[in-house]
């Protein structure tokens, strides 16, 4: 899967989450910068992320992400090895 759609479905999952139609998935996006990203939404967006692309993260992988860069990359890391 090409990263450009990794970020596409991010965006999706980001929207939903956070119920927020302006955001979009990009690779310095963190969770500062947006509304209600506290550590409950960030496991939503977990599971969400594993549900959406049939992956799954240890617990050292998700509390390890720094943005949604990152999150992109393992996601994209995970897929190349199925």
Partial sequence: MA????YERLTDILR?????DALVARP????????????FAHLRLIFSVEKAFDV???????SGLKNV???AE??????SKQ
């Fill in 3 to 6: 990263i450009e759609v990794v």
């Fill in 69 to 71: 860069g990152e999150l």
């Fill in 56 to 62: 799954s993260f240890s617990a050292s992988q998700m």
């Fill in 16 to 20: 939903d989450v956070f119920d927020d």
């Fill in 74 to 79: 393992l996601i994209d890391s995970k897929l």
């Fill in 28 to 39: 310095g996006l963190a969770a500062d910068q947006v509304p209600g990203w506290d550590s």
